[in-house]
């Protein structure tokens, strides 16, 4: 991980949401786009708590003092309190990186393409979100699926615009700005939706592009991708990430 030294401030900061229980993810991670890297980065993991499991956090804290812990149950229904409380810590924080992205821990990233469209796609002082953007999705209804939603807790038919929560490419500002707003609008569990709902409240623009990957797709196409999920095992991750390398070089 390259670190910051005097005046430098980071070009990219990473902030992974990851499950409590996947220790290998987070180790892949460090060993490839979180940690190696020829850009001024730092990777920073956020997970929740489950009983039982606390001795060996802060064992892994302790060595790689990358790990912000919740004290929420690791679940489907919070993962959106860790976007929440992302955007708080850094917007009370002293926060000196030019970029910052929020991605799920099962996702393959390219850190200098990241930067390559960051730079081309938000200003400083632009409150703006890139990613890939949905238009038009309707609320699930059906009490047994994942994101069931109640028209009580939800009561149009369709959410606003938002970027799939798994990878959200934005600056400073905008986070600040989410930050603020999050404290007037109630919490859904649908975590992309909502923070589509915050950013709507605010007039946040968002900006698609195609180099954030819906469902993954041929590695031998990753040099030129920004981000692509489907790597929930640690063999798949570093097998791709040498093959980038290797394409790259």
């Known amino acids: 991980m390259s670190k910051t030294t005097g005046r430098d401030s980071l070009q990219l900061l990473f902030i992974v949401k ?42 892994e804290s302790k060595h790689y003092k990358d790990i912000v812990q919740l004290n929420v149950s690791d679940q489907y229904d919070n993962v959106v ?16 990186a ?20 960051a730079t081309n796609n938000i200003g400083s002082a632009e409150l703006v979100m890139v990613g890939y953007k949905l238009d038009a999705v309707r609320p699930s209804r059906h009490k047994s699926s994942k ?4 028209s009580k807790d939800y009561p149009f038919s369709f959410f606003p615009p938002y970027i799939i929560g798994g990878t959200i490419l934005t600056n400073i500002k905008t986070v600040r700005m989410l930050a603020i707003a999050i404290s007037f609008l109630k ?35 990753l040099w030129n991708t920004a981000s692509s999920p489907g790597y929930e095992t640690t063999y798949s ?10 394409m790259n070089s």
Do not use: C
Not at 187 to 208: L, M, T, W
Not at 237 to 246: C, E, G, Q, S, Y
């Open 147 to 150: 994101t069931y939603l109640s």
């Open 18 to 59: 990851s499950y409590i229980l996947n220790f290998g993810q987070r180790i892949a991670i460090r060993q490839t786009w979180g940690g190696r890297t020829s850009l001024r980065s730092k990777t920073v993991f956020i997970i929740g708590y489950l009983d039982g499991i606390n001795h060996l956090i802060k064992k």
């Open 187 to 221: 919490v859904i569990p649908i975590e992309d939706a909502y923070i589509g709902i915050v950013a709507k409240s605010v007039n946040i623009k968002f900006k698609h592009h195609h180099r954030f990957l819906p469902f993954k797709q041929s590695p031998f196409t």
């Open 81 to 96: 309190y860790k976007t929440i409380y992302s955007l708080l810590w850094l917007s009370h924080g002293n926060t000196e």
């Open 237 to 246: 991750l570093l097998m791709d990430w040498h093959l980038i390398r290797t």
């Open 98 to 117: 030019e970029f910052i992205y929020f991605v799920d821990d099962d996702r393959l990233v390219n850190p200098i393409n990241i930067y390559d469209v």
